[in-house]
């Protein structure tokens, strides 16, 4: 169910953060929550300040508490690009690099652990995708994350994000990308 409202608060956040909101504050793992209050911080800034850097202050004390698993590395993704979303640069690559380095390790071990799975559904290569194309649109970042992904030792997972990185990268907005 939680996962549920999750889905639900990412598909609200930016056209009814209000009604997103609500629907977080159901959720009743603190992982997922914290997961769905960082992903309205950037809609909700504009409603109440106070409350989305409340949200972003109890996300921060979630990802301390969290084991190395699914749910931190989807709670570092969320942050990282919040971070990125309000001009955070630095706060933005440095959860980055910590997602990407989860992602890749959960991803190994999960392939490790199961001999056979298909690349594609390994563990964390849906969350590292998303964060390479989120963060491919911005082209100040992009070097970073271009660089990042040639580190990554599983062929197919590189290609995968190369190909991630190229949907961010082409999915900007036109007037951005002037240099």
């Not at 997103?20 to 960082?38: L, N, S, T, Y």
């Not at 004390?61 to 590395?73: N, W, Y």
């Amino acid at each position: 169910m939680d996962d549920h409202r999750l889905f639900q608060v990412e598909q609200l956040a930016q056209n009814d953060p209000e009604k997103a909101a609500e629907i977080a504050a159901a959720i009743r793992d603190p992982g997922r929550k914290a997961i769905a209050q960082v992903t309205l911080v950037s809609a909700y800034n504009k409603l109440d300040p106070g409350k989305a850097a409340s949200w972003g202050d109890e996300a921060n004390h979630e990802l301390e508490s969290l084991p190395a698993g699914k749910v931190k590395l989807r709670l570092m993704v969320a942050m990282s690009i919040s971070a990125l979303e309000q001009n955070r640069q630095d706060r933005a690559l440095e959860l980055f690099k910590k997602a990407f380095d989860l992602g890749e390790m959960l991803f190994s071990e999960d392939l490790k652990e199961n001999p056979g799975k298909m690349t594609y559904a390994g563990e964390g290569e849906q969350e590292l995708a998303t964060l390479v194309t989120d963060f491919s649109r911005n082209p100040k970042v992009r070097p970073v994350v271009l660089e990042q992904t040639r580190t990554v030792h599983n062929d197919v997972l590189k290609a995968k994000l190369f190909v991630a990185a190229a949907k961010g990268a082409l999915s900007m907005p036109a007037a951005t990308e002037s240099h």
